[in-house]
């Protein structure tokens, strides 16, 4: 176990998780291994393939062995009910992503993992963002928190129906530090939020990309300056206030770093389940992550 305490956060962002894949490979080369992987939606996944022991290499086959017909089917059923009843139905079954599950990753080492996996789901009913981590992480506990609204039907967990994590916590820091973690490293599915200096939209179809790129960084950022915040309020300011102790607090010692992609994905890369996708993202979040780990040396 690393002295500082290493926490992996894994945002969802659909087929975009490939990029997660990429990034793995380059931390497994580098040897950094996190003590806490936080995952939501698609980084659930992620959290959980890598918690359950997959190499870099396996989750990397696993991503570009994908197709949109492992993953989901769209329903006419469904489709139907809504034009014809007005009742609310998912556009897809995830049965295919439920078998994808049970196949590729193994629940007995994901839950007898050294590492502490956390991922969240969000309780329809009240409104509660649960998160929920192993010894006690199931399939349920997976599609809940990859279970994205109007795409996906929720999934039941003791009664009540859930919906993805990211609805409420795309990017699940706080679990890692609440556990602990000091040596945070966030990997976002998005440009927006990186070092990367966006221009404005020019048009209508980029300003909506715009917003579900704001979309998926909200919560990011709400922690990250809530953390800064924090810092600054405990930061000692006279010799008293130190003697006083103003300055302990559990955000102090938090050091957060980003890996996100440096160029707009498009909107329709959320669902594009292609093996040339991923291809490309594995190989973009392999060359963001050198990049991060050689500035940073």
Known sequence: MNQTKRALVLSGGGARGAYQAGVFRCLEEKKWKPDIICGTSVGAINACAIGSG????????????LDKKKVMRYSIKNALRELFRSEYAPLADTEP???????????NNLNESEIKVVISAVNILTSELRFFENPNIHIEHILASSAIPLFFPWQMIDGAPYWDGGV??????????????????????????????????????????????LYLLGSYKNVEQGIEFQKELTRPKTPIESLLGYFTNEFKNV????????EMLGLGSFLNFSRDQAETLIERGYKDALDHFSQTS
């Open 168 to 213: 409420m916590a795309n990017t699940p820091i706080l679990p890692a530090i609440t556990r602990g973690a000091e040596e945070i490293l966030v990997i976002l599915l998005s440009p927006v939020g990186g070092n990367v200096l966006m221009q404005a939209p020019h048009n209508k179809a980029e300003a909506l990309e715009r917003l579900y790129e």
């Open 97 to 107: 992503l439920s078998r994808l599950i049970r196949k590729k990753l193994n629940f």
């Open 255 to 262: 050091n957060i770093r980003v890996i996100a992609p440096k």
């Open 54 to 65: 997959l190499l870099s290499h396996e989750l990397i086959n696993l991503w570009l062995d």
